[in-house]
């Protein structure tokens, strides 16, 4: 995306709730089977908790089994950015917003069919936009 959202952490900490900015702008993650969209099957566009941006889309959702919304592509590639995760004595990859930089979650080369890929993302990082 083109321009990008910078705001302080009293702005970030503002906006959202104690959770979101944990897991949105501190890299960290819900317990599994504990978000609200794991297991949501309402049509619609997943957006950026910490901007709006169109991220993901219900027709790409599937249930992986690994407790967190898993999707096998964003709405557009450059609506996200892939960074090489080493943490935690693993080497992933994290996927965060391109427009504010938000955590999302880690990809994974082990989802279906047609990508491949498994976009699992944490539920308070997105938020529904539920089709009309």
């Known amino acids: 995306m083109s321009s990008r959202i910078n705001k302080t952490e009293a702005e970030w900490r503002a906006q959202l709730t104690p959770m979101q900015y944990h897991v949105a702008r501190e890299k960290g993650t819900e317990r599994a089977f504990s978000g609200e969209y794991w297991n949501c099957k309402e049509p619609g566009t997943y957006r950026c908790i910490g901007c709006g941006a ?16 898993s999707f096998t592509a964003p709405v557009d590639a450059g609506h996200i950015d892939e960074v090489v995760d080493n943490s935690h004595s693993m080497r992933r990859t994290e996927v965060t917003c ?15 069919a047609p ?17 009309k």
Do not use: E
């Not at 169109?54 to 919304?69: E, I, Y």
């Not at 990508?115 to 089709?131: E, F």
């Open 54 to 69: 169109p991220l993901f889309s219900s027709a790409t959702k599937f249930d992986s089994g690994c407790g967190w919304p």
């Open 115 to 131: 990508t491949g890929m498994r976009y699992c993302i944490n539920s308070a990082s997105i938020n529904l936009d539920k089709q």
């Open 98 to 112: 391109g427009t504010c930089g938000s955590h999302l979650g880690h990809v994974f080369p082990d989802g279906p």
